[in-house]
């Protein structure tokens, strides 16, 4: 096993820092590219008409969850060693529909919003300030919701775990269901384009 | 701004078809870790096991690795803070689970110890099950290591030449034997020497951390 | 183009340089844009994301993050602004390195510092910087910042609850089948759909 590098211990943590902004560089690149750091192309998935965030989001997971897998399988990874964020069912299903209602108000997530202010858009800025707002809002909030936030804790579990699937079923299920969701998504989009031309040949 | 986005249908086309593969294949492999097989012939391991084949001496081992016997491999599957404390000179860690990943030399004589030796003993049949037949285990594992080589207790009443090589056996790797009243030992030989527990072979065992096998 | 026949040597030498490094950049066309580029396809700029992220799984044996780096940097804030505030708040004791902090935050400072910069490059390379404010054309872009700091104020709540956002749980969580991750997928997008109709004045 020759990886996770840095949980094995290859190199310290001055390195590891170093590679965060490598990474963040590469990350920020490819969500600007996508077209991620602007709020209103973001806001179309919302509307149906343009499902970029979608695209983007699942081809970056199915790209890492594939990899990971087959890594593992290789025997290049040790898949114990890889970080699995925590499972916390109320306050995640809670804070995700949160989150959603802010996201199409800020048309920004966290991440992108840092894309959206360094190529110079304003609302971006408003968003990063939002964001840390919040933060601090929830901080300060933390004794009276503290024990909802750490309630129904199911630690590092996983979908194959949760459905009594193999690790492999789990991930062609998800396979399947992202390219079909990208297939909806053509469509999708091709249907908002479509009043458009007729409209146009009207008159 | 709102530009449109450049599309690369040929492209997304083979990417599309990779996750399909990729997806397709996992569903069949299941677990993402190459499953390794082993084969057993239960009959022919039960008869080595009883004509005590699978195992060798501490005496013996301790002979092989003086005499720099060719291709020899001698494997301490215990933790590492274990074998770092104290280890047989020449052998290298080699924890249970990597007996399946591990490359195997088809010339190498291979003996498995771990503390006691049940570990070993399981590690041996995992060799065998990969289908290795020079594998061996010390069957009393380190505690018979330190009666034997590090710390044999001699009955006084042994033959000359027989303390004799005993003492340049232990003296090889650094140990210390003692020569006891047979008066109150037995002198019975198990093989080459006996080695009636005392103060001092207890307090080597103890040395060696307790654990499970 | 024609002026290239006009040019100094030094200005084509110029111009010969912008051209490499913009192809390098992965942009078809050949220089340092003004006009805006098309943007790449969001399944290859997904795909690079996620190899990305492969990468940190591979190299820290950990996935990408946001919402973290602005909690690190809160906590920072108000340590520093009133300590004895801070070290009774079990909240903000976690991200102080005192409380059994992950170390896990310093690391998504400097990978939120990375994405600026790589967001910054590539919108310059492909002439999509402009100070400007992104917003529909039913509202004005006064009204477009006040909803942009509100929504980052609920995504933050959010984000804080469910201890991520979209990359932390929705990319890393994912990737690693996390459940609590696809359930934050899932009313994420709900929550989204939702609320969406009733934003349509300010989207459309």
Redesign the interface.
Same mark, same amino acid.
């Given at each position: 096993m020759m990886a996770p590098f840095y949980e094995l211990g290859r190199f310290g943590d001055s390195t590891g820092l170093v590679i965060a902004v490598l990474l963040g560089i590469a990350f920020g690149w490819f969500l600007e590219q996508g077209g991620m750091g602007n709020a209103r192309k973001l806001s179309g998935q919302f509307y149906l008409t343009d499902l970029s965030v979608l695209k983007l989001m699942f081809s970056a997971i199915l790209t890492a969850m594939l990899g990971l897998f087959w890594l593992s399988w290789a025997g290049l990874l040790d898949l114990s060693r890889v970080y699995v964020p925590e499972t916390f069912v109320a306050p995640q299903l809670v804070g995700g529909l949160v989150f959603g209602v802010g996201f199409v108000v800020g048309g920004l997530c966290p991440g992108t919003s840092c894309v959206a202010a360094a190529t110079g858009r304003r609302d971006g800025f408003a968003l990063i300030a939002g964001m840390l707002a919040g933060v601090f809002v929830f901080g300060e909030a933390f004794p009276v919701i503290g024990g909802f936030a750490n309630s129904t804790a199911r630690g590092a579990w996983t979908l194959p775990q949760a459905l009594g699937l193999s690790h492999g079923t789990v991930v062609g299920i998800i396979v399947a269901a992202a390219l079909g969701a990208f297939a909806g998504a053509e469509w999708l989009e091709r249907r908002a384009e479509r009043p458009a031309r007729s409209t146009r040949v009207g008159v | 701004? =709102? /530009?449109? @986005? $450049? $599309? $690369?249908p040929g /492209?997304?086309r083979g %990417?599309?078809i990779t @996750?399909?593969v990729?997806? @397709? %294949?996992? /569903? /069949?492999?299941?677990?993402? =870790?190459?499953a390794t097989r082993g084969n057993i012939d239960v009959s022919e391991l039960a008869r080595i096991v009883e004509h005590e084949e699978d195992h060798i001496t501490a005496v013996e081992l301790a002979k092989w690795i003086r005499d720099d016997k060719t291709g020899l491999r001698v494997m301490d599957i215990r933790s590492d803070t274990e074998f770092t404390d104290f280890h047989i000179p020449g052998a290298t860690r080699v924890p249970l689970a990597e007996i399946a $990943?591990m490359r195997l030399d088809s010339a190498a004589t291979y003996v498995l110890y771990s503390e006691g030796g049940t570990h070993a003993a399981q590690g041996w049949f995992l060799m065998r099950a990969r289908g290795v037949r020079n594998v061996f285990f010390l069957r009393g594992g380190l505690y018979e290591w330190v009666e034997q080589i590090m710390n044999p207790h001699v009955a006084s009443n042994t033959p000359q030449a027989q303390r004799d090589s005993i003492r340049a056996l232990t003296m090889w790797f650094g140990g210390k034997m003692e020569v006891v009243d047979s008066t109150t030992t037995p002198s019975v030989l198990d093989r080459e020497l006996s080695a009636p527990h005392s103060a001092a072979t207890a307090e080597s065992i103890r040395k060696i951390r307790r654990r499970a096998c | 183009m024609s002026d290239l026949a006009t040019a100094a040597p030094g200005q084509t030498l110029g111009s010969a340089v912008a051209h490499v490094a913009a192809e390098a950049a992965t942009v078809p066309r050949t220089r340092v844009r003004r006009e805006p580029a098309p943007y790449s396809s969001p399944y290859l700029a997904g795909v690079g994301v996620g190899i990305v992220l492969l990468l940190a799984f591979v190299l820290m044996g950990r996935g990408l993050g946001a919402s973290g780096a602005f909690s690190s940097v809160v906590a920072a804030a108000v340590e520093t602004a009133a300590p004895t505030h801070a070290a009774g708040n079990a909240f903000y004791t976690q991200y102080l390195g005192n409380g059994g902090a992950s170390p896990l935050e310093d690391w998504l400072v400097f990978e939120i510092i990375g994405v600026v910069i790589g967001g910054l490059a590539s919108g310059l390379l492909t002439g999509r910087v402009r100070w400007t404010t992104e917003h529909g054309p039913a509202i004005t872009s006064r009204r477009r910042l006040a909803n942009a700091f509100v929504g980052g104020t609920v995504m933050g709540i959010g984000a804080k609850l469910a201890r991520g956002c979209t990359s932390g749980l929705g990319l890393t969580g994912g990737a690693t089948l996390s459940v609590g991750s696809w359930l934050f997928i899932i009313a994420a997008f709900a929550g989204a759909y939702a609320a969406a109709p009733l934003l349509r004045k300010a989207w459309r």
């Open positions: - | 701004m =709102t /530009v449109d @986005a $450049r $599309r $690369r /492209v997304e %990417l599309a @996750a399909i990729g997806g @397709a %294949l996992a /569903v /069949v492999a299941g677990a993402p =870790t190459r $990943r | -």
